[in-house]
């Protein structure tokens, strides 16, 4: 069974940066896509950015060119880097597996993420 494991969240000024890990379990890591979201309060969980096996990457609109996602392929883990960190970027933010693996149905715990003066 694939577990994940996030780390890395805290509370941050605006402007402010922090990096994510996503520590994943088994052996698919490698041929699977790999998904960070985010949920905040009162709102549904978004996909925020998702790297492929082939390292290709894409970023929802509200955190292009603030956020990185990339990949460790020895170490099963996947990072996000996110930088000019706002108000609105405040949520808990989980990893999970893409195509062609599927989502796990069991998440992590997420890592919390406050950007607050």
């Known amino acids: 069974q694939v577990q994940l494991v996030e780390s890395g969240g805290g509370l941050v000024q605006p402007g402010g940066s922090l990096r994510l890990s996503c520590a994943v379990s088994?052996?698919?890591?490698?041929?699977?896509?790999m998904d960070w979201y985010r949920q905040a309060p009162g709102k549904q969980r978004e996909l925020v950015a998702r790297?492929?096996?082939?390292?290709?990457?894409n970023y929802a609109d509200s955190v292009k060119g603030r956020f990185t996602i990339s990949r460790d392929n020895i170490k099963n883990t996947v990072y996000l880097q996110m930088n000019s960190l706002r108000p609105e970027d405040t949520a808990v933010y989980y990893c999970?597996?893409?195509?062609?693996?599927?989502?796990?149905?069991?998440w992590g715990r997420g890592t919390q993420v406050t950007v607050s003066s």
């Open positions: 088994g052996t698919i890591f490698k041929i699977c896509a």
């Open positions: 999970n597996t893409g195509v062609p693996c599927g989502s796990q149905s069991s």
């Open positions: 790297i492929t096996s082939g390292r290709n990457t």
